[in-house]
C-alpha cells in the first residue's frame, strides 16, 4: 500500500520538473527582444500589412500553455497521493515531515491553480513550478518514510487544527514570498528602465507588492492561531503551553519577523523594497522551522527528525 | 531633560518598534540552536564537556540561559516599553478622531486618488440628499456642510490596532503573572500506589517566586492500572501507541472518582492539571535474610535507559541480618543476551528478566540522611561472593528465586508498571487567553477594516449644477475605490460621469500618525 500513495508523488514531482522547463523556456522565449518585429513594421514603409503573429509571441504563449497544463496534471498526482496516503495510514496524513511537506505544497499548487484560473496570473508558474518540483523532489527523496500509526501525543484535535493551520499558512507565505521577491526584481528593472521580456509580463511592482501584502494579511492570523493552536496542544500533551522548545522558538521567531514586516509596511524608509525583504527573510525562517530545526536540533516535537 | 524627551522619541517610533522585533527574533535563536539549562541541565554539561574552548564565554554570556538572560529581557521589556508608549497617545488621537465628524471636504476633489464629475439631473438639494443616504446606506459617517458632502467609514481599524497592542502587552502581564505564581511537580507512582498534593511527595519540583505550599489543592490520587501499548509491526516498531493510566481521585468530601489519564488528556481537579508524562516498570520482589525474615517486600521503581526499556535500579534491604543487602543491575521488559550483552530488544514486558549483582557488608547506622533510591551508595559494602571467590550476578524471570550463598534469597514474584505524573497549576492562564482571543480579534479588524474617505460637492455650472465627488483610502490594499465614486456620484443624480483616476496622487497619511 505505501508504494502506491508514494508513486503518484513521486510522479508529480517528475510533471512538475517538466512544467518548470516548459515555463524556463517560456521565459527563455520572452526574452527574445520584443523590438525586432516592430522594426520590420517601421521598415516595410509601404503599404500597411497586418502584421503575423510573432512566432516568438507564440511560442511564448504555447509554453506558458503547456507549463500550466503540466502543473495541473501534476496537481492531479500531487493530490491523489496526499488523499491515498490518508486512506492508507487511515488518519489524517499530516503526522511527520514528509506528510507535512507534500500536503502543505498541495495547498500551495491548489491555491496557484486558482489564480490562474481566476485571474489568469501564469506569471507565478515558474517561479511556483520551481519551488514544487524542488519540494516535492525532496519530499520524495530525502523525507520519504513509510506510513506508521501516530505517537500517542499527536492523537488530539488541536493535532489536526494545528498542523491544517499550519500548511495552509506555509502555502500562503511560500506564494507571498514569491510574490514579494518578483516585485524586487521587477522594482530594480522599473528603475533601470530594463522591463522587458518575462519582467513585462508580470504586474506592475506595486501591484505585486499589493497582492504579497494581501496574501500575507490572509497568512499572518492564520500563523498566529497556528502558534496558538500548538500551544493548546502542547499544554494538554506536556502540560505548559509555551517552553521555549526549538519549534516553539522558530515559530516564534518567523512570527516575529512577519510582525515587522507588517509595520515595516507603513514605516517611511521601509516600505517597498525592505519590506519585500523581510517577508523573504520570514519565509526563509519558516522553512529553517520545518527542515533545520528538524535536523539540527532535539525537542519534544515527535517528529523532529524526519 | 531635551535628551530624555529626544530618548523617548526614538523610542517610541515605528523605525525601533521595527528593530527591536527584529532584535527579538535575532536574540530568541541562540536559546534553539545550543541545549538550555532549565530544559535539559544535563545536555549543557555534555556540551560544555564538548566544547571547553568556548564553555566559559557562552556561560558569561547566558547562552545556556537565553530566555532567563538580561539580555533577552532587556530587548523585550524595551518593546513592550515601546509599545506601550505608542500606542498610549495613538490612544488620545482616536477617542478625538472618532468624536468628531468627518475632515472637510478639500478644494480640489479631482486630485485624489479617484474622483468622478458629471451634470446631475436633480437639485443640488436633492443630489446632496441623495449622496447622503446613499453613503449611510453603505455606513459611512456623514458630515453636511453647505454645497458638500463629507463620509468617512473604517473606524474600527485604528480600534482592531489599540486593542491588538493592548491585548498584547496584557498578555506579557498574564505570562509574567503565570510565571510568578505557577508550579509543576512531578511524582512517580507505582501501579497499585497513591500520591498525596503534597510538597513531601513530589521528587521534582519547581514553582515561581509567588508561589506558598498552600497554593497546593488538597486531593489524592490512585493509580490502579497503567496500559501501554506499542507497534509491534515493521515500521516503527516499539514505537508508543497507547498509554492510559486509570486512576481513582478523592477531593473535597466526596467519595473518590474513577478516571483516565491519557498523554493528551489530563486530568483536571480543581483547577489544577495531572498530566501522564512518563512510564517504567518497577519489579516486585523479596529479599529474605538468612534467618529467614523478610528484609524488604514490595515493587521498585527502575529507571529506564533507552527506548526499549532496558531499565536500571537498586533493591535495597538495610533491614537485612546479620549483614547489609544491596541489588542493583537491570529490569529487561523483553530480554536477550548477546554479543552486546544484556539488553532488551522491545519496550513492552514480553520476557521480563532482572539481572542482578550483591552488595553487603555490616549493617548501617540511621542517619536519618535521606539517600537515593535509584542509587546504591557502597561505601563499606562489597561484592557478594560464591564460596570459589567468583562475585554473584545473576538473571531471574518473573516467578523464580534465587538461594544466595550467605543463605538469604531474592525472590522476583511479579512486576508492575509506574506513571510519573506531572502535577501543574497555571492561575495566570485564563489571563494569557483571553488577552490573546482580543489581539486575535483586533488584529483581524486592524487588517481587513478599510478606511475610506468620500465626498461630494455641488456645484452650479453654466448649465445646470454639477456634482463632484472624490475619494481616498487610508490604507493601502483596498479594492472598490472607483466604485464607490462613481456610485457616490450616481447616487447624487449623475447619469454619465467622467471618471479619473489618479495613482501619482496618492496622499500617505500614515506617516503622520
Ligand atoms: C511586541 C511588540 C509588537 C508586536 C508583536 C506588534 C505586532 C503588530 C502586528 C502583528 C501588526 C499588524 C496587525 C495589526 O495591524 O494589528 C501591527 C501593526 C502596527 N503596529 Fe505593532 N507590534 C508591536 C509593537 C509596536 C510598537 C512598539 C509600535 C509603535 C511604535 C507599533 C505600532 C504599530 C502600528 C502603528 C501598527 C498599524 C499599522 C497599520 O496601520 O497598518 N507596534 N503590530
Redesign the interface.
Known amino acids: 500500500m505505501s508504494a502506491y500513495t508514494s508513486l503518484p508523488m513521486v510522479l508529480s514531482a517528475v510533471i512538475y520538473l517538466l512544467a518548470m522547463v516548459a515555463h524556463a523556456a517560456e521565459w527563455a522565449a520572452a526574452r527574445k527582444p520584443e523590438t525586432v518585429p516592430v522594426r520590420e513594421l517601421v521598415g516595410a514603409g509601404g503599404p500597411v500589412v497586418l502584421a503575423p503573429e510573432e512566432p516568438a509571441e507564440h511560442r511564448v504563449r504555447l509554453f506558458g500553455r503547456i507549463g500550466v497544463a503540466l502543473t495541473a496534471v501534476g496537481a492531479i498526482a500531487h493530490i491523489a497521493g496526499v488523499v491515498l496516503r490518508g486512506v492508507a495510514a487511515d488518519r489524517l496524513p499530516w503526522g511527520n515531515m514528509y506528510e507535512f511537506v507534500t500536503s502543505s505544497l498541495a495547498f500551495a499548487v491548489v491555491f496557484y491553480l486558482v489564480l490562474v484560473w481566476r485571474r489568469g496570473w501564469t506569471w507565478l508558474g515558474l517561479p511556483v513550478t520551481l519551488l514544487l518540483s524542488v519540494g516535492q523532489g525532496l519530499a520524495v527523496t530525502v523525507f520519504y518514510v513509510a506510513i506508521a500509526p501516530l505517537v500517542p501525543a499527536l492523537h488530539s484535535v488541536w493535532f489536526i487544527i494545528h498542523i491544517v493551520a499550519a500548511a495552509v499558512s506555509a502555502a500562503a507565505f511560500n506564494v507571498a514570498a514569491i510574490a514579494a521577491i518578483l516585485y524586487l526584481i521587477r522594482t530594480r528593472a522599473e528603475a533601470r528602465g530594463t522591463v522587458a521580456g518575462y519582467l513585462a509580463r508580470l504586474p506592475k511592482a506595486s501591484a505585486l507588492d499589493d497582492f504579497s501584502f494581501r496574501v500575507h494579511r490572509f497568512a499572518f492570523p492564520l500563523w498566529t492561531f497556528t502558534i496558538l493552536a500548538g500551544a493548546v496542544w502542547a499544554d494538554y500533551a506536556w502540560g505548559r503551553f509555551w517552553g521555549w522548545d526549538p519549534k516553539e522558538t522558530w515559530s516564534l521567531v518567523t512570527w516575529v519577523v512577519y510582525a515587522a514586516y507588517l509595520h515595516a509596511r507603513v514605516t517611511a524608509g521601509w516600505k517597498g523594497v525592505r519590506a519585500a525583504w523581510l517577508a523573504i527573510l520570514g519565509v526563509i525562517t519558516f522553512w529553517f522551522n520545518f527542515v533545520g530545526v528538524n535536523l539540527l536540533t532535539v525537542g519534544l516535537h515527535s517528529y523532529a527528525g524526519i | 531633560m531635551a535628551l530624555l524627551r529626544l530618548f523617548w522619541v526614538q523610542l517610541t517610533s515605528?523605525?525601533t518598534?521595527?528593530l527591536l522585533?527584529?532584535a527579538?527574533?535575532l536574540v530568541?535563536?541562540p536559546?534553539?540552536?545550543l541545549p538550555?539549562r532549565?530544559?535539559a541541565p544535563i545536555?549543557v554539561s555534555d556540551w560544555k564537556e564538548a566544547n571547553p574552548a568556548v564553555a566559559d564565554l557562552y556561560e558569561a554570556l547566558g547562552l545556556f540561559d537565553?530566555?532567563g538572560s538580561p539580555w533577552f529581557a532587556a530587548v523585550y521589556l524595551l518593546l513592550t516599553v515601546s509599545l506601550i508608549g505608542c500606542i498610549v497617545p495613538r490612544i488620545a488621537v482616536y477617542l478625538r478622531s472618532v468624536r468628531q465628524p468627518p475632515a472637510r471636504t478639500p478644494k480640489r476633489l479631482d486630485r485624489l486618488p479617484a474622483s468622478a464629475t458629471g451634470t446631475t439631473t436633480l437639485s443640488a438639494d436633492a443630489a446632496l440628499g441623495g449622496a447622503e443616504e446613499w453613503l449611510r446606506s453603505k455606513r459611512f459617517r456623514v458630515r453636511r456642510d453647505g454645497d458638500s458632502v463629507a463620509a468617512e467609514r473604517g473606524y474600527l481599524r485604528e480600534f482592531g490596532n489599540i486593542l491588538f497592542h493592548l491585548s498584547f502587552a496584557l498578555m506579557l502581564v498574564g505570562?509574567a503573572w503565570n510565571t510568578m505564581l505557577h508550579y509543576?511537580g512531578e511524582v512517580v507512582i507505582v501501579e497499585g500506589q497513591a500520591f498525596s498534593n503534597n510538597l513531601t511527595q513530589y521528587d521534582d519540583f519547581t514553582a515561581g517566586a509567588a508561589f506558598r505550599p498552600a497554593n497546593l489543592q488538597p486531593f489524592t490520587i490512585w493509580v490502579d492500572s497503567f496500559i501501554a501499548k506499542f507497534?509491534t509491526?515493521d515500521?516503527?516498531r516499539g514505537?508508543?501507541?497507547?498509554?492510559e493510566a486509570n486512576v481513582r481521585i478523592a477531593h473535597g468530601a466526596g467519595e473518590p472518582e474513577q478516571a483516565m489519564i491519557?498523554?493528551?488528556?489530563?486530568l483536571v481537579v480543581d483547577g489544577t492539571?495531572v498530566?501522564l508524562?512518563g512510564h517504567g516498570y518497577a519489579p516486585v520482589v523479596t529479599v529474605t535474610d538468612p534467618n529467614g525474615d523478610v528484609a524488604f517486600s514490595g515493587p521498585v521503581v527502575f529507571l529506564p535507559q533507552d527506548g526499549n526499556f532496558t531499565s536500571l535500579g537498586v533493591i535495597k534491604a538495610p533491614d537485612a541480618r546479620p549483614n547489609y543487602l544491596g541489588f542493583e543491575g537491570f529490569f529487561l521488559p523483553t530480554a536477550i543476551v548477546d554479543e552486546q550483552g544484556p539488553r532488551s530488544v522491545f519496550p513492552d514486558a514480553l520476557a521480563p528478566e532482572l539481572f542482578v549483582n550483591v552488595w553487603t557488608g555490616p549493617p548501617r547506622d540511621e542517619t536519618g540522611r535521606p539517600e537515593s533510591v535509584y542509587s546504591l551508595t557502597k561505601d563499606g559494602l562489597e561484592q557478594m561472593r560464591t564460596p570459589e571467590g567468583n562475585v554473584v550476578t545473576f538473571r531471574i524471570a518473573p516467578g523464580q528465586a534465587i538461594d544466595l550463598p550467605d543463605g538469604s534469597s531474592l525472590s522476583f514474584d511479579d512486576w508492575r508498571r509506574w506513571t510519573k505524573l506531572?502535577v501543574?497549576d497555571?492561575p495566570g492562564?485564563w489571563l494569557?487567553i483571553t488577552s490573546?482571543g482580543l489581539a486575535?480579534a483586533g488584529?483581524?479588524l486592524s487588517?481587513?477594516i478599510r478606511p475610506r474617505r468620500l465626498w461630494v460637492r455641488v456645484v452650479e455650472g453654466p448649465d445646470g449644477p454639477r456634482v463632484e465627488a472624490g475619494g481616498l483610502d487610508r490604507a493601502?490594499?483596498s479594492t472598490g475605490l472607483d466604485e464607490d465614486v462613481t456610485g457616490l456620484a450616481a447616487a447624487a443624480g449623475v447619469l454619465d460621469a467622467t471618471e479619473q483616476h489618479c495613482d501619482a496622487a496618492v496622499v500617505d497619511e500614515?506617516?503622520d500618525a
Open positions: 515605528m523605525r518598534a521595527l522585533l527584529l527579538l527574533a530568541a535563536i536559546g534553539s540552536l538550555q532549565p530544559v545536555r537565553v530566555y505570562v509543576k507497534e509491526g515500521v516503527q514505537a508508543a501507541r497507547v498509554f491519557e498523554v493528551n488528556h489530563p492539571q498530566h508524562i506531572q501543574s497555571e492562564l494569557v490573546v486575535v488584529m483581524l487588517l481587513y493601502d490594499s500614515e506617516e
